[in-house]
């Protein structure tokens, strides 16, 4: 019932805002032919599409739609919205989830390595490299990276997911790889100093308690101490953490994906919003957020399975 009423709230929020733009769809729609179009032919399409009417039937409109399982057609990629969340989505899935992995695992294991070297240079260090990697925005991180390793060096290309004039059939792993990986690596950035200060803390609360202090006692030390009494008392927790931002993720993927100009959800739902395409930005806000609302529930459940362990005591 939470998440109805949170969905309704931000669908409703996006249709007002996109309310407020002074793009004309019906224009965005009809292109460079919007000059040689009659007025009669403009007035049918706007029937045709519902934009004629007032905002308030506009959106009951849409909303009758969704309830009937109908998310409506989109104006500006002139198919049904389904089609293109599920064509973009397999795109922006591929990027979110290799950066999701990536940083999940650099986050982890600089979280590990400052919390068992607190106070030290080291510890120092990473944690100033987080701090600076929160402040940075994303778009930043990518044009950067465009810069270094696409302008100066030319080891990758500039932008899209696939290079141009080649046939599918034609496109190799590694022409692939070579499209994704700065994206991958500009959004995998962007998750790894929340991973990484959680981990962080996580350990040095575990290093502390009394079974490690046991664990000394008998002369286990360093990284084996650590991998027999510690692993699994941090490595829950920083998945639970790294399975909460999802929310963090789509957004940074929507930077990333107009950086490189890479065809994922990110890109269509800017396009749409620029091009006032009612259909397909309120297609792509409840796709959006189901996924976020996957993500924490996922979360939640993996708090609980921690919790259930540590009631049994089989953390220690």
């Known amino acids: 019932m939470k998440f109805a009423i949170l969905l309704f709230a931000v669908v409703l929020f996006s249709f007002i805002l996109v309310s ?18 009659s007025e ?38 002139r198919q049904e919205v389904i089609a293109v969340i599920q064509e973009r989505f397999l795109a922006s899935f591929v990027l979110m989830a290799i950066s999701w992995i990536i940083s999940g695992i650099f986050g982890y294991a600089l979280g590990v390595i400052a919390g068992m070297n607190k106070g030290t240079m080291i510890d120092k260090a990473i944690k100033s490299f987080c701090f600076i990697l929160a402040s940075t925005p994303a778009f930043w991180i990518g044009i950067l990276l465009l810069i270094v390793f696409s302008l100066w060096l030319g080891w990758f290309p500039i932008g899209l997911s696939l290079p141009i004039g080649m046939l599918a ?20 950035i962007i998750g790894v100093s929340n991973i990484t200060l959680h981990t962080r803390q996580k350990v040095m609360d575990v290093l502390e308690s009394e079974f490690i202090r046991f664990a000394r006692s008998k002369g286990e030390e360093g990284f084996r101490l650590f991998a ?48 006032s395409d009612v259909p397909l930005l ?6 959006s957020t189901l996924f976020v609302f996957i993500g924490n529930l996922l979360a939640d459940l993996l708090y609980y399975l921690i919790d259930v362990r540590m009631k049994n005591g089989e953390t220690i």
């Open 20 to 37: 407020f733009s002074p793009v004309d769809p019906i224009q965005s729609y009809l292109g460079a032919e919007m000059m040689v179009v």
């Open 40 to 77: 009669e032919q403009k007035e049918r399409l706007a029937e045709y599409f519902g934009v004629d009417e007032s905002k308030t039937q506009q959106f009951l409109n849409w909303l009758n739609m969704f309830l009937h399982g109908d998310l409506g057609t989109s104006l500006l990629y």
């Open 169 to 188: 059939e034609e496109v190799t792993v590694w022409d692939w790889l070579k499209h994704i990986i700065l994206p991958a690596l500009t959004l995998s």
């Open 228 to 275: 027999r009494h510690g692993l699994r008392n941090t490595l829950f927790p920083a998945i639970s953490v790294h399975f909460a931002s999802f929310g963090e993720l789509f957004g940074g993927a929507i930077l990333a994906e107009q950086v490189f100009s890479y065809p994922g959800l990110g890109q269509a739902i800017v396009q749409a919003g620029m091009n």
């Open 282 to 287: 309120l297609g792509i806000v409840v796709f």
